[in-house]
């Protein structure tokens, strides 16, 4: 029998304007404490190349700080999820996060970039009322459907459309 198990903790501060969710930490970034630790998982790739900071090759820490730099925070939709695998698939009995109180903690917070389908879905039916752009998962099992580069463009051009030129 699997668990209900703990996400981990958002990476934000007070002037931060956009946040990325995506669904829940992997197995390997729970015991790391470090979102997107997977080596296999694009994410600093594709973000690194979007904002134009060499996040692939940084350490955690220093990820963190480039990304609070530019203003953008990381978390994930759900709470506590059980989970079998590292995949969204193998996620069940999903409990969101506390959306609209982060939201009122964090009231500079105008935008939410929200990354697979599964995280998207969860989000929207919290019924939140702010700007919400979905994004190509970063996982290994998107790379058939969708390249770095077009993962890289996408994110760029909502970027420039919410003025958070990076």
């Given at each position: 029998m699997?668990?209900l198990?703990?996400?981990?903790d958002p990476i934000?501060?007070?002037?931060?304007?956009?946040?990325v969710?995506?669904?829940?930490?992997?197995?390997?970034?729970?015991?790391?404490?470090?979102?997107?630790?997977n080596?296999?998982n694009?994410f600093?790739?594709?973000?690194?190349?979007?904002?134009?900071?060499?996040?692939?090759?940084?350490?955690?820490?220093?990820r963190?700080?480039?990304?609070?730099?530019?203003?953008?925070?990381?978390?994930?939709?759900?709470?506590?999820?059980?989970?079998?695998?590292?995949?969204?698939?193998?996620?069940?009995?999903?409990?969101?996060?506390?959306?609209?109180?982060?939201?009122?903690?964090?009231?500079?917070?105008?935008?939410?970039?929200?990354a697979g389908?599964?995280a998207?879905?969860?989000?929207?039916g919290l019924?939140?009322?702010?700007?919400?752009?979905?994004?190509?998962s970063?996982?290994?099992s998107?790379?058939?459907?969708?390249?770095?580069e077009d993962?890289?463009?996408?994110?760029k051009?909502?970027?420039?459309?919410?003025?958070?030129?990076?």
């Amino acid at each position: 029998m699997v668990s209900l198990v703990k996400g981990l903790d958002p990476i934000v501060r007070d002037d931060t304007l956009m946040m990325v969710l995506g669904s829940f930490p992997s197995k390997e970034s729970r015991r790391k404490g470090q979102y997107y630790a997977n080596k296999e998982n694009d994410f600093w790739k594709i973000w690194g190349r979007a904002i134009g900071e060499p996040l692939l090759d940084s350490g955690w820490e220093s990820r963190k700080e480039i990304f609070l730099r530019h203003k953008i925070g990381l978390w994930d939709v759900f709470a506590l999820a059980e989970q079998e695998g590292s995949s969204d698939a193998g996620l069940k009995n999903m409990v969101p996060n506390d959306l609209r109180a982060f939201l009122r903690r964090y009231p500079n917070v105008g935008f939410v970039m929200v990354a697979g389908d599964i995280a998207y879905e969860g989000f929207r039916g919290l019924n939140l009322d702010i700007p919400c752009y979905k994004i190509q998962s970063t996982s290994p099992s998107n790379r058939r459907w969708y390249t770095a580069e077009d993962k890289v463009n996408q994110i760029k051009g909502i970027l420039r459309k919410i003025n958070l030129c990076v």
